[in-house]
């Protein structure tokens, strides 16, 4: 069976989200994590991405990937990223491009037949909304929270309103980097 694997950025303060509100239609990027974008940064996000042959997403961080991602080619992450299929859960998209397909029906049950299908681990960026399914129903089988050296002060915050019972994890494994980035893999109890 294939493994879920989630992987989300946090700030110390528990902020995930990497946007402030803006007066116009959309939010201004803050870009509190890209100080800490290095060469260790990068080759754990590959490893991730190596270790996946599809991505699982919410539609937030669809339709934020595909405006950043969509249009980079020529280097071998976002070639990668770009050719792999992505399965995009939402309630308001009726269609996808990039190599996506949106997820039709029950949520849990679509997640849990693509973990049975032959192949590599399915990787899931960002943690949002798709979560509280995904956590009620025990699809994920990997947390990396990626924690920042920061303190943003406002923002969304991880499982923020996610609205499930209390859920215990196990560390499974640290990962340092120089930047001062700590990943925490959390699997399952």
């Known amino acids: ?82 050719a792999m299929p992505k399965y995009v859960a939402s309630r308001t998209l009726t269609e996808t491009t990039w190599n996506a397909s949106l997820i039709k029906g029950d949520v849990a049950e679509e997640v849990a037949k693509l973990k049975e299908q032959p192949g590599r681990n399915i990787l899931k960026w960002g943690t949002g909304e798709l979560d509280r399914t995904l956590v009620q129903h025990g699809l994920v089988d990997e947390f990396h929270f990626w924690y920042f050296p920061v303190i943003v002060g406002a923002g969304k915050h991880l499982f923020e309103g996610a609205g499930f019972d209390t859920t215990h994890l196990k560390l499974a494994d640290v990962d340092r980097f120089d930047s001062g980035i700590v990943v925490h893999i959390y699997v399952p109890k």
Do not use: C
Request: charged residues 25%; without cysteine.
């Open 1 to 82: 069976m294939r493994k879920l694997i989630e992987s989300t950025f946090v700030s110390l303060d528990g902020i995930i989200d990497d946007t402030r509100p803006s007066t116009a239609s959309r939010a201004e990027p803050q870009h509190w994590g890209q100080p800490y974008w290095d060469g260790d940064h990068a080759g754990y996000a590959q490893k991730l991405m190596d270790s996946a042959d599809a991505l699982l997403l919410g539609r937030v961080t669809y339709q934020g990937f595909v405006e950043a991602w969509s249009a980079r080619a020529g280097d071998p992450g976002a070639d990668v990223m770009n």
